[in-house]
């Protein structure tokens, strides 16, 4: 009996299949699946309400600030650059805007701005403030044709704004009596466009402030005419000169003036003057107009 038990199990064994195949569990069936599916539908409802909810779009634009940009084509600006794209859908969200390119784009279009700032506000809001650049003075191109092409210069040094029809004697007017700023002269040749650097702020800082102090000794500049990197002449409003050399102390020469004004050349004695030189050392020598 023993025996054939044993050869019913060894039997058995061998007519087992090594190569038999698990059936396999349904997808279906599978948790990770559903969860799977389900995490999917919650993103895509999620990310369908964020660009179409009427929460989050830009329903408002407001600017402030510009007087002389125009703010019907600042708002044309950031209209063209509201609309986004999340995957397949597209939204105007007010908190996908691209502020970064917005903002150079508006700086390239308006030269007269010199700050912008755009700030995203909830209920749909989209707040722009405007900074824009102040004229200190004004530069000429074709200094010596009849018709010259002027423009303003901020503190910054760069040009921002035509000055239309600003030629000969209306220039003089214009300069003189309404706006009452210098002009800055360049001994060569230069190309002048709106939004060109002509002169580092540092160095035109030092300019105006050369011309501040003049104005405190009753001395009103007329012209600022830069002749090289170390010589600036200043012409007064009575026609007479001032040469300063730049890369020296301004504050010393300044000094040489006011005691020269002062002791040898008073008001009265200006009328026919042609020039004062402070560029060397102690010296301050000065010369009239032959008559």
């Known amino acids: 009996m023993e025996r054939n038990r044993q050869g019913i199990r060894q039997k058995s064994l061998f007519n087992r299949n090594p190569y038999r195949v698990k059936r396999k569990k349904s997808i279906l069936r599978n948790g990770v699946f559903w969860l799977s599916i389900l995490s999917v539908m919650i993103i895509a409802g999620f990310l369908y309400l964020f660009c179409s909810s009427d929460f989050f779009q830009t329903k408002e634009i407001k600017i402030s600030g510009n007087s002389k940009a125009s703010g019907e084509e600042i708002e044309r600006i950031i209209k063209e650059n509201l609309n986004e794209k999340i995957l397949f859908f597209s939204t105007e969200n007010i908190f996908l805007l ?3 390119r917005i903002n150079q784009e508006i700086l390239k279009k308006f030269p007269q701005i010199s700050d912008l700032k755009i700030r995203k506000k909830f209920w749909g809001i989209l707040s722009v403030s405007v900074t824009e650049r102040m004229a200190i003075a004004v ?6 044709e009849e018709n010259k092409n002027c423009f303003f210069v901020d503190k910054e040094g760069v040009v921002f704004e035509p000055i239309v029809n600003a030629v000969n004697e209306g220039k003089q007017k214009l300069l003189g009596n309404h706006l009452n700023l210098p002009e800055l002269k360049m001994s060569s040749p230069t190309d002048i466009f709106l939004g060109k650097k002509v002169l580092w702020k540092e160095r035109l800082s030092d300019l105006f402030k050369t011309e501040s102090a003049l104005k405190n000794i009753n001395v009103i500049i007329r012209e600022i005419k830069i002749i090289s990197n ?5 012409q007064t409003e009575e026609g007479w000169q001032i040469f300063f050399n730049s890369e020296k ?7 040489k003036l006011k005691t020269i004004l002062e002791k040898e050349i008073p008001a009265e004695k200006r009328t026919g003057l042609e020039y004062i030189d402070l560029r060397f050392g102690n010296f301050a020598p000065y010369k009239y107009r032959s008559l």
């Open 98 to 100: 691209n502020s970064k």
């Open 139 to 144: 530069i000429c191109q074709n200094i010596e």
């Open 230 to 234: 170390d010589r600036v002449d200043f």
């Open 249 to 255: 102390d301004m504050q010393r020469q300044m000094t």
